[in-house]
């Protein structure tokens, strides 16, 4: 038993500085000095931001619609039967701004976006892309990794502040049909409720979300040795401890701002 939890933890310790080294080489080439190949990258960039970004709008607006509706009926029935009706504000935003709205985005790049990262690296791994692209003298990281990097950064932050205000404004409106609370009464509750250092930290989760969803989806694809049955292996190894680390980040980050 000893052993065994000697060498998981030796694993464990190797693997986080794996991870850690590949998203600090990344950090290096995003602001190293432009070199050839930048309008590549910068499309690559944009190529990920639209698959991330754009064409997760439709899922996460649905769910951020139901989940909103969810939580504003459940307290807005409540909360008036203890007497404490004014609190809706302050519950809608500490569980959805707070805590549901990047966590949840999150999950959804990582099952969405994540697998497509990780699989398609290690796809390329398995067809020898990789190999050609090191042989060229290509740095793999410059044109592979931190253009995935910063396109699931900005593409995330983005999606979490547009499921927070579907989820607020339009949770609201759909349950407006079994609440008595007038919409202005709402908002203005919504507004004394929510801090700026609110929408700062939900904007710091989120960018740390997508910075670890990237790096680990990437590094799991690289990881691909040469066999075609890798990479499903790699994809739910890169999947389980993406969403790990996401929840580590989010305890760590609500704990250092909130207790």
Same mark, same amino acid.
């Given at each position: ?41 910068? $499309? ?17 607006? /649905? ?6 509706? #969810? ?36 999950? #959804? ?15 390329? $791994? ?26 699931? #950064? ?59 969803? /990237? ?45």
């Amino acid at each position: 038993m000893i052993a065994w939890t000697g060498r998981k933890t030796v694993e464990g310790v190797a693997y986080a500085a794996d991870v850690l080294f590949l998203g600090y080489l990344a950090f290096k080439e995003l602001f190293s000095p432009a070199r050839r190949g930048r309008h590549e990258a910068l $499309r690559t960039i944009a190529r990920q931001v639209l698959f991330t970004g754009v064409d997760a709008l439709p899922v996460v607006g /649905a769910l951020a619609l139901m989940l909103g509706l #969810i939580v504003i009926i459940q307290a807005g029935l409540a909360l008036p039967q203890v007497g404490a009706g004014e609190l809706l504000a302050h519950i809608v935003v500490v569980a959805l701004v707070r805590e549901l709205g990047p966590l949840l985005t999150a999950f #959804i790049v990582v099952w969405r976006s994540g697998t497509a990262m990780c699989t398609e690296l290690g796809n390329m $791994r398995v067809g020898q892309e990789i190999d050609g692209l090191e042989a060229m003298g290509i740095s793999v990281v410059r044109f592979l990794v931190m253009p995935r990097m910063v396109g699931a #950064i900005v593409a995330i932050i983005c999606l979490t502040v547009y499921f927070d205000l579907v989820a607020v404004v339009g949770g609201f409106l759909v349950a407006k049909v079994k609440l008595t609370v007038p919409f202005a009464v709402y908002l203005a509750g919504i507004e004394d409720a929510l801090s700026i250092a609110d929408v700062v930290i939900t904007i710091v989760k989120s960018a740390l979300f997508g910075l670890t969803i /990237a790096v680990i989806c990437c590094h799991h694809g690289l990881a691909v040795a040469g066999s075609t049955t890798e990479v499903p292996q790699q994809n739910s190894r890169a999947m389980l401890n993406t969403v790990a680390a996401c929840l580590v980040l989010d305890i760590i980050v609500s704990v250092s701002f909130y207790a």
